[in-house]
């Protein structure tokens, strides 16, 4: 049997063997990806760096398949060149916020130079950035961090985006960085969707992130 040494990299990102290869998708879930240039696998070999479960998702993503009995072939992913893919690929725990969030959701005509993530406040004030795409770092407690976390698949890799709500709050959160006129662009063209905007959801995210004075007049002034 070939022998396998295993070089964990610490932090955000993938973690990786010499030749399987353990990329995050949400949270501490992760899809091993095996070395493209490895073209067939014995099944054995397989289970004796991964568990029962992580063999069968890669069965079921298609990223194995079987050519015969014990044996199997690897898919590799397409690759993605896609800005909010590559950071979220780079920041496991990252979540896509502000105005790249913004810009997702059709909230905002900006088009941002950088891609801006929200990280834990805790332990990740001195990471490494990517040579590209540029990023821009903000930061949330732990109490707040998840709150309007949702995961969209972009070139069916998954990517962790705040949703509408959390999007409108930040920009009062952040007011001295964004600019009164750009927040109350993307407070406009949020609610001008009457069939998406949710105000009960959007006062109460403005409680929990302590932004209610600025959201309950702005929609009072809206909805008159």
């Not at 199997?72 to 993605?80: G, L, T, V």
Request: hydrophobic content about 40%; aromatic content about 14%.
């Amino acid at each position: 049997m070939e022998k396998f040494l295993c070089i964990f990299i610490v932090g955000y990102g993938i973690i990786k063997t010499e030749k399987i290869y353990y990329e995050f998708t949400t949270g501490c879930e992760y899809m091993p990806i095996l070395d493209r240039n490895v073209k067939t696998w014995r099944k054995k070999d397989l289970l004796a760096h991964m568990t029962d479960y992580k063999f069968r998702q890669l069965v079921k993503a298609q990223r194995l398949s079987r050519i015969q009995h014990g044996i199997y072939i690897f898919s590799p992913a397409k690759e993605s060149d896609n800005d909010l893919v590559l950071i979220q690929q780079f920041y496991s725990q990252a979540i896509i916020s502000m105005f790249s969030a913004a810009d997702f959701h059709g909230l905002t005509t900006m088009i941002p130079r950088s891609v801006q993530i929200t990280l834990p406040s805790q332990g990740a004030r001195c990471l490494e950035k990517p040579k590209y795409p540029r990023v821009e770092y903000f930061f949330a407690g732990r109490n707040i961090i998840d709150l309007g976390c949702e995961v969209h698949k972009i070139d069916d890799y998954p990517v962790r985006i705040y949703n509408r709500e959390r999007v409108v709050c930040d920009m009062f959160r952040y007011l001295r960085r964004v600019g009164q006129d750009m927040a109350i662009e993307v407070f406009k063209n949020y609610m001008r969707d009457k069939t998406r905007r949710n105000l009960d959801k959007l006062v109460d995210y403005a409680r929990q992130l302590r932004v209610y004075k600025y959201i309950s007049h702005y929609v009072e002034v809206y909805v008159g």
